[in-house]
Every structure is written in C-alpha cells, then in structure tokens.
DNA sequence: GTCTATATTCCGATAGAC
DNA sequence: GTCTATCGGAATATAGAC
C-alpha cells in the first residue's frame, strides 16, 4: 500500500469524523469529503465500497480513541477526579464547535442505520461507559467521588447529561451547557 | 377550507411528527408521507409548499401541544412529584417506540435545519425548559421536592437524562433508560 | 492500485390537470 | 381548491481509464 492510499484513506476517515458530529450520518456526502480532499466523490468510494462501509470505518476509529485513551487515562497518576475531568473535557470542545458527540449522533440515526454497523454502535456506547464506570468505582473507593446509585447507573446519568448537554447547547447556547457540566460534577464530589 | 384539506393537512403534521422522531428531519421524505396518505408525494406540497414549511408546521404544533399540556398541569390538582412524572411519561412512551424526542431530534439535526425554523426550535425548548423549571419549583416550596441548584440548572440536568435517555435506549436498550428515569427522579425527592 | 466518467436512484419542487 | 405528471438536481454507486 503506497503512502498515498494511506494518507487519503486515513484523511477520510477523519473528515467523516468530523461531518458525522456536525450534521449526522444522513446529512453528509461522499461529496462533502472529495471536494475537501480535492478529488472526486466517487474516489472515496475506492477507499470505502459504501458509505455503509466508511461508517463502519469511522466507528472502528473512534473504538480505537477510546480504548487508547482508557489506558492512557488508566496509566496515568492522575486522580479520579482528574480523569473523569479529562473525558468531560472533549465534550467541552464538541460544545464549542457546535458538534456532538459520536454517541448521540449515532443513536439519534440509529433508525436509519445500516444493519451491518449497528452491534458497533453497541460496542462503541459499551468502551464509553465502562471507562467511565471504571473511573468512578476507582474515585469512590478512594474517597474522592460520592455517589448513592451503582456505578454503570451514575455513568449513564453523566453520560446523557454531557451528550444531551452538547446537543442543546448548540440551541439555546453553550452557558446552558456550562451550567449542566458544573452541576453533573459537583454532584459527584 | 373543505373537511378532506383540513383532515389532510392534519395527518401530515400528525405523520410527519412521528417521523422526525423516529428517522430524523433529514431521513423522511415527502414520499413517506404520501404513501401512508395513499396520495402523490406532490400532493404534500400543496399543503407545505416545502419541507421546510413542513417542519415549522410541526414545530408550532409541539408548542401548542407544550403550551396545552402546561395549563392541564397547571390547573391540576396534583402534586408536583405527580406533574413531573406526567411530563417524564412522555419520554417512557418514546423508549417504547424506539422515538427520540422532539427536542433531541432538532438539536442533533440542528446544524443542516433551515434558518427559517431555528429561531422556533429555541421558542420550543424554551417551553419544555420553563414547564418543568415551574413544577420544580412548585416542589421545592412545598417540600415535596429537593435540590441544591437553580431550578434551571435542575431541570437542565433532568432534561438531558431524558432526551440522552431515549436516545441511549434504541442501543443500550429499555433498561438503561429505566435506571435513568427512576435514579433521576429519586434525586429529587 | 488509485482515481474518473458515468449510470441509477431518489428527493424536493414546479407547472398544470381536474 | 386539491392533487398528479413530471422536472432538475443531488446522492450513492458501478464500470472502466490510467
């Protein structure tokens, strides 16, 4: 495989990152990426048969994000508390260019999803959760984290306060955002 | 106005509203409409001279339907926990069908909507908003219910939960969102 | 192996029939 | 006033050029 086809597979892959947290899976083009790749749309399809294919493609990826940044989150020396402010911290940014995350994306979509992708959406929500239910077990044990329910049903609480949270920001603005990501952390604490 | 044009435009709004909530303002076309009409996609278009008309159509009517289910609540003799769950029925409802929320449908979408019907999105989330910051508040001076943030921030923090909620559900499954329903709920109290 | 020219399908929309 | 036949364009996808 030449370094080109390498390069124009990978650069794909993240423009569609990119356009399926901005508009979703139904409102992005091949044409939308060739035009930035400065290629023609049906080029993309020699990287990826489908879109079906590119949105398998975009799913692994992300699958990939998050285990690396599980054990990175995991190897560090940082506290619980610090660590589940890391994984906060990459809503922050989606809120801040108006995207969302690849989670609510995905299951906003999910009724129009290609059969063959939606058990990597499953997988997908799966890796998110339990990194976070793994951070919040550890900060409970240690002290620094407080909380009543179990762990996975907190970690959905957080979670759908953040992806949720992304989501009306782009709407009724980003201190309502703030405002949800304050509360949902100070109620841990 | 004949009664078949009324009925007729009627069923739109009625059909188109379950459509946005299940595939998407994107994903459903004037087709989808027709067909369930047994009339000529066109034939749509006599009614809402183009999908963007469509959408603000269905989007006044939510507001109706949030202004209407707001003065129900309000001239209800319930309690304000009862009021509460009332409005998070709607979402037990929507996980039931695999529907997402209209609030969580436009705010996904938001970003491909037409300029013409953001500023009615903002109008509608408001409503949603400022009903439930109401019950909260009715709550928490009859002590009924309790909470340390503003009422906003706290009905920020439960409308997240639900609309994520529905959301999660379609992939997660029901049982996710039933943990978030009843941990959210029990938060308050 | 990589990309382009082209086909096919479907969508939203217009013009005109009844 | 209500709806249908049809158009123009965009999206996905195939076949074939380099």
Redesign the pocket.
Known sequence: ??A???D?KQEIIRIGKSLIRMYGYNA?????I?KELN?????V???F????DLLAGILDNYMEEYQQLGKHLQASSLTALQKLEKFIERYSTLAECNCICIIGSVASDYNTLPESVKEKTTQLIGLAVSMIEKILLEGKRKGELHFEESARTRTLLLLTNLAAGVQLARISGKKDYDAIRKAAISQLK
Chains 1, 2 share one sequence.
């Open positions: 495989m030449t080109r086809s390498t124009t992005f083009s091949y044409a939308d060739s290629i023609k749309n049906a080029a399809h020699y990287h048969r489908g879109k079906e």
